[in-house]
């Protein structure tokens, strides 16, 4: 499968010349000339890797990365960053900020090609490793397990998936669109109301655990995961 990479820069000819480059490279490329115009796309994508340029307008770059560390569905996302010469001393405050990597530019495309592919790399095992705990559900992201309490709880990829979504969003409102773009893309040719159909069955597999109260449906609105 092809990994998804966000790039946010507001120069056009760097941006191009990324998206071109990382495009022929087998990559699916999302392009971003503002950190607004990038939260649109996190909004209904998750990318595997996210490329930021510091020096943005308005929203500086660092306070995306920021953002997106703050946001659960998408926090584990490796970024990397694109600094000018002058920023160099700022590193640090990035590193602290959630920076998984730093180019200065000029940016060599073959240098930021092995960057991305070792933060890629890591990323992955680190997902391997991952166990999510909400409220006695244990769901195992390497070997596609959930436990409700010691009862094993078994779901279809999808349903998986979902569940994984609500989990790492306990107690927050999901629109159905939303729920779509996460969990099928947001290219995918899929109706909403399929969102619907397949809820219904995750509920179902959680009902034969007592746990479906746990996943409310807000009227006109979505659907929560309730911890309460
Ligand atoms: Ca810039």
């Known amino acids: 499968m092809k990994n998804t990479i966000l790039i946010v820069e507001d120069e056009t000819a760097i941006r191009e010349m990324l998206t071109f480059s990382l495009m022929q490279s087998g ?30 307008p308005q929203i500086s770059g660092l306070e995306l990365v920021q953002r997106i560390r703050d946001n659960e569905v998408i926090a584990d996302m490796p970024v990397i960053m694109l600094t000018a010469r002058a920023q160099e001393e ?23 090609q092995a960057r991305i592919k070792a933060q890629l790399r890591r990323s992955s095992g680190f997902k391997k490793s991952h166990i999510i705990e909400v409220k006695g559900i244990k769901m195992d992201l390497d070997s596609h397990s959930i436990l409700i309490g010691s009862h094993e709880l078994s779901l279809s990829i999808t349903e998986f998936n979902l569940l994984k979504l609500f989990m790492k969003n306990p107690n927050k409102l999901l629109s159905r669109e939303q729920i779509l773009n996460h969990v099928w893309g947001r290219n995918s040719f899929v109706e909403l109301r399929t969102v619907d159909v397949h809820i219904l069955r995750l ?15 807000v009227r006109g609105a979505g659907y929560k995961f309730s911890t309460s």
């Open 27 to 56: 990559y699916i490329v999302l392009p971003a000339k503002t950190a607004i115009e990038a939260f649109k796309l996190l909004d209904d994508v998750t990318p595997d890797l996210v490329i930021i340029d510091w020096g943005l």
């Open 90 to 112: 700022d590193k640090i405050k990035g590193l602290e900020t959630g920076v998984d990597d730093y180019m200065t530019k000029p940016v060599s495309i073959k240098e930021l």
């Open 203 to 217: 509920r179902k597999a959680l009902k034969k655990h007592n746990a479906e109260h746990m996943l409310k449906t």
